[in-house]
């Protein structure tokens, strides 16, 4: 893998102004880059293995503010790792610390729409794990989205409501984290569902 090959898949998948930055990340940190199959649980994931390049993978679907975003919250987990190794906590304050200063730099008008730039500085004041925990920077990310305008989320429903996913139905319950405990209908088995999922069909509880 080299820098125009890099170049070549972020230039598809970031806004235009934000790939020579891109680029420079990967040339200052050096890492095999993987585009993935989207996948329910994550959107992107870091990796390290003796002998091996650290690995930093991104759903290939994401619409490009979210691509840059995820792209650079991974590359912040490799800084970590360089400078801290596994000592540091995975979302802790050398990841926070990492993340504000190499998202700084592509933070602005030239790579976001104002009003999703105004929910990325209220998100960056103190990033989370995982942006699924910040309700207001999601909605705001879905307005450009154009594969989930259309959609209802697990999380926009109230408790109680019967939702079908993946050809199942379920009643919502708990909320835990990016979690939500949900039981199906017909089995009455309860899975941890992630607060992201789409459905459809909804019956919404008047409770």
Not at 36 to 65: E, M
Not at 102 to 121: C, G, I, K, W, Y
């Amino acid at each position: 893998m080299n820098a125009e090959t890099i170049r070549s898949i972020l230039s598809r998948h970031t806004p235009l102004q934000s790939v020579d930055y891109c680029v420079e990340l990967w040339v200052r940190y050096h890492f095999d880059f993987i585009l993935r199959k989207s996948r329910i649980t994550k959107i992107g994931d870091f990796a390290v293995h003796p002998g091996k390049p650290a690995q930093i993978t991104v759903n290939h679907d994401l619409h490009p503010y979210l691509f840059l975003m995820t792209y650079v919250h991974e590359v912040a987990h490799l800084d970590v790792h360089l400078s801290a190794g596994h000592r540091a906590e995975a979302h802790g304050a050398e990841w926070k610390t990492a993340f504000k200063r190499l998202f700084l730099p592509v933070m602005n008008e030239e790579n976001f729409p104002t009003d999703l730039l105004e929910a990325l500085r209220r998100h960056m004041a103190n990033p989370k794990a995982t942006i699924f925990s910040d309700a207001g920077l999601m909605l705001a990310f879905r307005k450009y989205d154009p594969h989930t305008a259309a959609m209802t989320f697990l999380s926009e429903l109230p408790a109680g409501s019967i939702f079908q996913l993946r050809k199942r139905w379920f009643k919502k319950g708990e909320t835990k984290r990016t979690r939500i405990l949900c039981q199906e209908v017909k089995t009455k088995k309860k899975y941890w569902v992630p607060m992201d999922a789409a459905v459809k069909n909804v019956q919404l509880s008047l409770l």
